[in-house]
Structure formats: structure tokens, C-alpha cells
């Protein structure tokens, strides 16, 4: 299904939005390319472990330098996001990020209010705590989404404010306890949710990325610069990364 803009988020509608080619020259992934070589992580840190925010909001686990590039957009709403989260967890960080060979960027491609939410609370959070708090969510979301039953509530939260309305959303979604319950403060959470550009930002991010890549989708991965076709499961990712030497 093609993602629609998210303008019901804001009300507002954003200004267009000034987006460049890919700019990678395309190449056949797909066909087996020489094994590369483990690159040492850095002193008393495993590659895994070495975690930073990226210019376009991502945050990118491993070896910045990594010879082979992968870029996922996830919705922390998506199940299938989910079952990457879990079936990869262990495997990719131990044979793929630590080796030094490939990098991950996870950037929120969000899709609902839900979504929104929760993205934004774990972007306001210590880089560091990315991974655990988004790999947290992945993990329970039949918990998230139970929350979300009582529609009455989250219309009367969207009706709010800007400033107040992703504040009485979490109210509404639980999202408050669910993170308080993982070490964000309420008071992390009420400043975060209402400063508007903080969800502001990761709706422009998702729409930039829905017209640059054309993403119908999520997972979607990009590789070294090019969308990989046909690739939304960890199984194939993780033989497409073995062909192209992370082996």
C-alpha cells in the first residue's frame, strides 16, 4: 500500500520539500562478490556497541566506515518490523555489525499517531538507548496495541492542541508507563511530546524518504545507496550480505 503523506499529524501541510537523486551508481548485488575483511573495532568497544546519531536522523550502529552500508526504515507499528527486530537480533550484530563489514542505520519511517509517539519519546532519548528502547517496543507490541482500544480517547487526545495533543496521546496509549516502566521519566516523556517540532521532524523525514526511495512499505532496506528489491525479511538480507563479502 503506498504510504500516504502524513499531514493528519499536524494539520498543518509542509512546504515542498527539496529532494536530490539517490546518486549511487547501481550496481548487481546479487552477484557474489570477494570476502572483506573484519575491520578492529575501537579500544574496549565492540562494533555493536559504537552507536551515533546520523544527519538525517537516523542512528547508525558499527563501523561508520563499514564497506557495506544498510539503511532500514521501520515503523515501530509494522509487525513485520517487528519479526526482523526479533530474527535478527543476535545473528546480524555477532556475524555481520561486529565484524566491522556492515553497518546498520535505522531510520522511523511512522505511519500512525501511535507510531509518531513512541518514535519521538525514543528519539528524545540518550543515543545509546535507541536500539534497546526501539528493540523494547518491537517486542511489545501486542501490549501497544491493546492500549490503543479505547478510540474515544485517542480522538479526544488528537482534537488537542499540538503542544498538548501527543501528551494526552500517551496518556491515552499508555505509552507513558510503558516507557517510565524502561527508564524515561515523565517528565522526559511530557517535555518531549510537547515540543511539536520533535514530531514535526519525523514526519518530514518519513515523507522525504517515501519520495526519494519511493517506499510502499516497511521494512525497506537500502544498500550501499540502492533500495534492495524484494528484501523486507532478515533471511534474505543476510544472504544478500554474504554474497556481497560479509562472510
Known sequence: M????????????L???????????????SKEQDAIAKVAAPAGKSWSQTV??????????????????VLEFASLTCS??????????????????????VSLEVRNFIRDPLDASAAAIIHCAPVDR?????????????????????????????????????????????LDTFFQSRGVTADQINTCLGNIDNI??????????????????TPTFIINGQVA????????????LRTMGAR
Open 2 to 13: 503506498t504510504q500516504p503523506k502524513l499531514r493528519t499529524l499536524l494539520l498543518a501541510s
Open 15 to 29: 512546504g515542498a520539500l527539496a529532494l536530490a537523486s539517490c546518486g549511487e551508481s547501481k550496481t548487481d548485488q
Open 52 to 69: 551515533s546519531k546520523t544527519a538525517d536522523g537516523g542512528y547508525l550502529m558499527g563501523n561508520p566506515d563499514a564497506p557495506i552500508k
Open 80 to 101: 513485520h518490523c517487528a519479526d526482523f527486530s526479533k530474527e535478527s537480533h543476535e545473528e546480524i550484530k555477532r556475524d555481520f555489525i561486529d565484524t566491522g563489514r
Open 130 to 174: 535507541y536500539f534497546p528502547l526501539q528493540e523494547n517496543v518491537f517486542a511489545s507490541q501486542e501490549e501497544l496495541f491493546a492500549n490503543a482500544g479505547d478510540q474515544q480517547a485517542i480522538k479526544v487526545a488528537m482534537e488537542q492542541p499540538p503542544a498538548q495533543r501527543f501528551v494526552a496521546l500517551s496518556k491515552a496509549l499508555k
Open 200 to 217: 514535526s521532524k519525523l514526519e518530514q523525514g518519513t515523507n522525504a524518504a517515501a519520495e526519494k526511495y519511493t517506499i510502499q512499505g
Open 229 to 240: 528489491e524484494g528484501i523486507a525479511a532478515w533471511g534474505p538480507l543476510r544472504d544478500r
